[in-house]
């Protein structure tokens, strides 16, 4: 009888201790953050060896250094507004990582710039209105931009600040190592302007952003698209 009553008392017990340890669980999952919603699998670079790596600047080189000048006479009504419009894309994606990751000064000479930024004397067709061009060596997972050239045509119009904001934010994102395109329409790495890109980064362009300096630089990316 008393083997059956400590038998029972043990259980009743064991029972306590089961209902405070899954109690701890739940209270320690519900206290944990989840993971951030990134598209890095969707950035990355394709290698000759069939692989996709990260590249990025490296953070010794933070602040880079961006030459813009003022745009050329005659390629736009407001030169002065989208001159504003392409620093504010260039500034707005800075301490996006962490303060001072990435950041940004403006050199008065091209030749001392990281990510020299170039006006289209004339517009260069109707099908974009800035391009990223790359200088990048995939051997030595060197990281670099050539130039952002932005140019002053649109679907056979003038672009126009909020389309120039935006498309330099884009191709913003590209200069610091987003190498492809978002799936979402609301990131302002998707593959074209949306609805939404006037509004600026989204959480998940700053997320990826961040999954992209944490990681090392040439490091493959599984599951790349």
Known sequence: MRSAVRQAVALVFGMIAF????????????????E???????????????ENVTLRWPKRKMPLRVHLPAPPEGLFDD???I????????????DVVAPGLPSFEF???AGDADIPIVWAAKPDGNWYIAHCAYDINLASRRF??????????????????HDVYATV???????????????VEGD??????????????????????????????????????
């Open 83 to 94: 001159h504003d419009s392409v620093r504010d894309a260039v500034m707005d994606w800075s």
């Open 19 to 34: 209902l405070a340890l899954v109690a701890t669980v739940s209270c320690s999952s519900r206290g944990r953050a989840p």
């Open 79 to 81: 030169p002065g507004g």
């Open 36 to 50: 951030a919603d990134t598209y890095l699998r969707w950035v990355s670079f394709e290698v000759p060896i069939n």
């Open 188 to 225: 302002i790495m998707y593959e074209s302007i949306s609805a939404t890109a006037f509004e600026g980064l989204s959480a998940r362009d700053r997320a990826t952003l961040t999954a992209l300096y944490a990681r090392p630089i040439g490091s493959r990316v599984t599951g790349a698209r």
């Open 144 to 161: 670099g931009v050539a130039r952002i050239l932005v140019t002053g045509s649109w679907g056979g119009h003038k672009a126009d600040l």
């Open 169 to 183: 934010l884009h191709e913003m994102g590209h200069a610091l190592g987003l190498g492809g395109h978002s799936p």
């Open 107 to 109: 050199v008065d000479d």
